[in-house]
């Protein structure tokens, strides 16, 4: 049973919505045009865990000058202490290590953007065996990454909703205002851990670039590991990044209970491969290639209590090679 029905002619459905559509195009001429003209700040999208540690460690290369400079995925940002691994060595640290998200080429164009104002005597590359399988970047992160790099907004037309916040201004709002006005909340362990973004940034700075995980996950994926097809290539690319620096690389360790068995020797296998791809003579098989479980946040991270031991035993395998 019908209490009463409407009826509404297109005619006046435009009616209705003709006007809040009208002040939306005003607001994003406005916006736009602000950012054209350079009336906005420029871009720093760290809206995110993943953003931050991306502008962070970019910001970084820019303004920090190290006589070591640490690089490669997510294990080299939070297994290593760069603050520990400096007093040991005496000397100066810098940890640009970002997300396994990312591959080799963006650790070369990274590299590049920090010799365009500082020239490191020692660069380390570190990445975990799982890392070395992966065949390219995230295209998310990558996108991030590259966009910051280049001083782009980053913004995205690939689903009608990411194309309505790219045309409405919401990004370019969002990107060049919001994220440096307001501190954004992390998520999950990050948050009770860090808390807001601003928070991690100030952490990182802190401590030369290094983060710890605080989280806990148990041990999942394959622990078939190999060098990816398209490592070579990617190897040589970041080798003619820093032709002249002295590299050293090394293979970050997995647990001991989740490897296989013969991991040890295959770890070597894949690291004079991987030595020779890139040019070097300088490969830290010192460093442990398995440690306990319990050192464990998950496969790829080590917790923070862990990390002291491991930039001990690291600092141990560089301290032959410093110039």
Not at 18 to 47: D, E, I, K, S, T
Not at 95 to 110: E, F, H, R
Not at 293 to 309: G, I, S, Y
Request: glycine share 6%.
């Amino acid at each position: 049973m019908k209490s009463h029905q409407n009826e509404f002619s297109t005619r006046d459905v435009l009616a209705l919505i003709a006007a809040p559509m009208a002040v939306a195009a005003v607001c994003a001429a406005l916006v736009h045009g602000a950012a054209h003209a350079g009336a906005l700040p420029p871009p720093r999208p760290a809206l995110d865990a993943d953003c931050a540690i991306l502008t962070h460690q970019i910001d970084a290369a820019r303004g920090q000058s190290a006589e070591i400079v640490l690089i490669g995925d997510s294990s080299c940002l939070m297994d290593v202490s760069a603050r520990q691994l400096s007093g040991a060595l005496k000397t100066s640290v810098l940890n640009l290590g970002t997300l396994s998200y990312l591959d080799l080429a963006a650790y070369g164009a990274l590299l590049r953007e920090h010799q365009r104002r500082h020239t490191p005597k020692l660069v380390v590359l570190l990445m975990h065996p799982e890392g070395l399988r992966r065949l390219n970047s995230e295209a998310y992160q990558l996108a991030v990454f590259e966009n910051y790099l280049h001083g782009r907004d980053h913004s995205s037309t690939d689903t009608p909703a990411a194309a309505f916040n790219a045309w409405s201004g919401t990004d370019l709002v969002n990107g060049r205002l919001l994220a440096r006005l307001i501190p954004i909340p992390l998520r999950g362990d990050y948050g009770v851990y860090y808390g807001f973004t601003s928070d991690l940034e100030k952490f990182m700075s802190a401590k030369s670039g290094s983060v710890v995980d605080p989280g806990h996950e148990s041990f999942k994926g394959s622990a078939e590991y190999r060098l990816a097809p398209t490592l070579q290539k990617a190897s040589q690319a970041f080798r003619a990044a820093i032709p002249q620096i002295k590299l050293a690389v090394g293979i970050t360790p997995v647990p001991a209970g989740f490897a296989r068995s013969g991991f040890a020797e295959q770890r070597e296998s894949m690291l004079r491969q991987w030595m020779e791809w890139l040019n070097t003579t300088n490969g830290l098989a010192t460093i442990p290639a398995t440690l306990p479980n319990d050192q464990f946040a998950r496969v790829t991270h080590l917790k923070p209590e862990a990390v002291p031991n491991f930039t001990a035993a690291l600092a141990e395998a560089l301290r032959g090679l410093i110039p």
